[in-house]
């Protein structure tokens, strides 16, 4: 599974609403800050992409057809490489 829609906008922009949008038209959860509240193990991969580290979008994105809000906003440009289809 890889993500097919990058929703790169910043926190307070409507990305809790387009997180409710995507997972009601049926993209199953949208990867959003509150998966990063919820699931604190995924801390580490955006720590590593913090620090200038290849990640692996695939591995981070497991599970996800969809992305909205911080950190996914940090690594956009990223994001649309990995994933040139979404």
Known sequence: MSLEVIGSGFGRTGTKSLKA????LGYGRCHHMHE???NPEQVVDWQRLAAGE???WET???GYRS???W??????R??????SEA
């Not at 949008?21 to 009601?24: G, I, K, N, V, Y």
């Not at 950190?71 to 956009?76: C, L």
């Not at 990223?78 to 994933?83: M, Q, W």
């Open 67 to 69: 992305q909205g809000d």
């Open 71 to 76: 950190p996914g906003a940090h690594g956009w």
């Open 36 to 38: 990063i509240v919820e």
């Open 54 to 56: 290849r990640v692996d």
């Open 78 to 83: 990223e994001l649309a490489k990995a994933f």
């Open 21 to 24: 949008a995507l997972e009601r």
């Open 60 to 62: 981070v994105f497991a």
